[in-house]
């Protein structure tokens, strides 16, 4: 097995800080992978814990406190899982992970170089995890590879949004809805498999000189260039939150070329449903032809905030 580094080096601004993050794994053998995953949950419980202490913005802090939960909850699947399969492995892989000094150290920055390096580490981690899906020779690994991918990708999802909100300097939306949970299963009734209702959404953080909504839902996993585009409204009037299949705004063209929401309906495994919305300074012009990369560009030099919601869906037949 290769000892290969496992940091990065991450420059924010004019920084340069060394980061602890797992690269992709580099072969198929269960142990190595697990090594790697293993330093990988410990460094972001590492640089979660200081982000709940130290983060400016809400919403850092709030990523920073469900990741401490999920990984030290990894963690301990990963740790029963050697167990069970007789894996060994060095004490460094599993515990005495200190914070990173560049991140320990950081000042008015620690919002930015923290969000960043979580954009990398998650990153890294879902080509890991990828790779030894398809590639693993372990039955029960490559399982649990596979059952923790679809998670890993909307932590990954979250936290790009994120870093593209302080980047942009933008206020962050918290989006939320009472049938499901960021990261967790869409109920079947807003799938093909039911009535295909739009799910209900909650929304804080809206500005307060915010004239309309925009929402776009996307199936990034989707057999096809692109994904598929779920639903695209716009000029929804500023609120709190919108009702169970929502009828208003201006309902523009799903990737089945029909206008309002579509039901997801992945063709095989599980797939990511990201509900982006956005609070825009304006209502838009738009012809309800419009698709997802007409409203995108219309809303160009408009967003005055935006968020994300992930949830996960699996066809039960």
């Known amino acids: 097995m290769k000892e290969t580094a496992l940091l990065l080096l991450l420059a924010v601004g004019s920084l340069a800080a060394k980061a602890q993050i797992p690269q992709p794994d580099p072969d198929t053998t269960a142990q190595h992978f697990l090594i790697v ?13 200081l982000a709940v202490q130290k983060a400016k913005r809400s919403e850092v802090r709030m990523f920073g406190e469900m990741m401490v939960k999920e990984h030290d909850e990894s963690e301990q699947q990963l740790v029963a899982l050697t167990k069970r399969r007789g894996i060994m492995l060095p004490t460094a892989a599993t515990g005495g992970i200190q914070p990173d000094i560049a991140l320990k150290n950081a000042g008015g920055n620690f919002d930015e170089l923290y969000v960043h390096g ?13 790779a030894y899906a398809i590639n693993g020779k372990d039955p029960a690994v490559k399982a649990w590879a ?8 909307t932590h990954h999802d979250y936290i790009s949004t994120l870093e593209k909100v302080i980047n942009q300097h ?8 009472s049938a499901f949970i960021e990261g967790g299963m869409i109920p079947a009734k807003y799938s093909c498999e039911g009535s295909q209702a739009s799910p209900p959404l909650n929304f804080k953080g ?7 909504l ?9 057999p096809k260039a692109g994904g598929v585009t779920h639903w695209v409204v716009w000029n929804i009037p500023v609120a709190s939150q919108i009702s169970e ?21 992945p063709p095989d495994g599980t797939h990511r449903y990201n509900f982006f919305v956005y609070a825009l300074d304006s209502q838009l012009s738009l012809d309800k032809s419009a698709d997802q990369a007409a409203l995108e560009k219309a809303m160009k030099g408009h967003i005055l905030a935006e968020g994300v919601l992930t949830g996960l869906y699996m066809k039960s037949k």
């Open 146 to 153: 596979k059952q923790m991918l679809p998670k890993l990708k």
């Open 245 to 265: 299949n929502f009828k208003g705004g201006v309902q523009g063209q799903n990737s089945d070329q029909q206008p309002g929401y579509m039901g997801m309906c």
């Open 214 to 222: 925009a929402i776009i839902v996307h199936d990034p996993d989707a």
């Open 170 to 177: 933008l206020g962050f939306i918290n989006v939320s809805s």
């Open 206 to 212: 809206i500005p307060a000189n915010a004239k309309s």
């Open 118 to 130: 979580m954009v990398s580490a998650h990153g890294a981690a879902v080509q890991s995890f990828a």
């Open 37 to 49: 995953a293993s330093i990988g949950n410990l460094q972001e419980v590492s640089a979660s814990q």
